[in-house]
């Protein structure tokens, strides 16, 4: 039994037999903030999805918590941000209606909200910026912003571990900001981030660790690796998420 928030031994992940992640080691302990960089392609988003059970292992074991994660279930404790809303879903939910989705792992489906649940929501909402948005629907905000709806939704569930796919790529400065600062308190209280990021702009006075994927398999893990090529320009503005294949992001090849 470890310590670790995280532990990743041997992990191994194939779509439809093509393998995409192999011999996959990963320690992250209570209080890291561990950045996932990588070319796009890499496999960072199937390493975390494979970490939290979304997509199944062909071989490895992942503990969480210090749990094999089959047998895991207090899901409350870990909070997870996908890479995006479902563009145009047409759910006509309001910013405050999908950040207090994220009680309902801690409070189950069938009991009221209490006053500790719409505190917990508040702070939420607050934490990212989006207090004075609560009663808008989400359709009408920015994306930056609509990432940071999804971000309270995480924090609002008071997890210990928070895992975020690309928070904030494609994102306006004003929203990177806003949740470098809610990063900030979220660890100021002891939580544990593992995050894919493809440039860390903000966050990376945050960062206590990076790791590199390339072509399937973590090649680095130690210091923030510094960028590479005409990324490090400064005044480089990099805002694809997804950029074209051949384009060469920051963390690219080794
Ligand atoms: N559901 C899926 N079915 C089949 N192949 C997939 C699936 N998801 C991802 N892949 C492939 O697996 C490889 C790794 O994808 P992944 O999304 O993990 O990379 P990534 O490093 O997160 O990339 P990006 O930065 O573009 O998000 C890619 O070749 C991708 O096309």
């Known amino acids: 039994m470890s310590g670790d928030v995280i532990a990743v031994r041997g992990a191994a992940v194939a779509y439809g037999g093509r393998p995409v992640l ?45 749990t094999p994660r089959r047998r895991f279930r207090q899901w409350w404790r870990v909070g997870y941000v996908p890479q995006r809303l479902g563009a145009g879903s047409g759910v006509p939910a309001t910013v405050r209606e999908v950040v207090s989705a994220g009680r309902l792992a801690r409070r189950g489906l069938l009991r009221p909200a209490r006053a500790a649940d719409r505190r917990a ?20 905000l920015s994306g930056g912003q609509q990432q940071r709806t999804l971000i309270a939704r995480a924090l609002a569930g008071e997890p210990e571990l928070l895992v975020l796919d690309e928070p904030t790529a494609g994102v306006d400065a004003a ?12 660890v100021g209280h002891g939580g544990t981030v593992l995050l894919v990021a493809h440039e860390l702009g903000p966050l990376e006075p945050l960062i206590s660790r ?33 950029a074209p294949s051949g384009h060469e992001t920051m963390w690219g090849a080794p």
Not at 121 to 140: F, N
Not at 180 to 186: I, K, S, T, V, Y
Not at 214 to 240: L, M
């Open 121 to 140: 929501v508040d702070a939420a909402l607050d934490s990212v910026g989006l207090a004075d948005r609560a009663a808008d629907p989400v359709g009408t």
């Open 210 to 242: 990076a790791i590199v994927v390339h072509q399937g398999a973590i090649v680095h893990d130690g210091a923030v690796p510094r960028p590479a090529g005409h990324h490090a320009e400064p005044g480089h503005d990099h805002v694809h998420p997804h």
């Open 22 to 66: 192999t011999g996959v080691d990963l320690q992250v302990r209570g209080g890291e903030v561990v950045a996932v960089l990588g070319a796009n392609g890499s496999g960072k988003s199937t390493l975390i999805r494979a970490i939290l059970g979304l997509v199944p292992l062909a071989a490895g074991e992942v503990d969480l918590f210090g």
């Open 175 to 186: 929203s990177q900001e806003a949740f470098a600062g809610a990063l900030a308190r979220f």
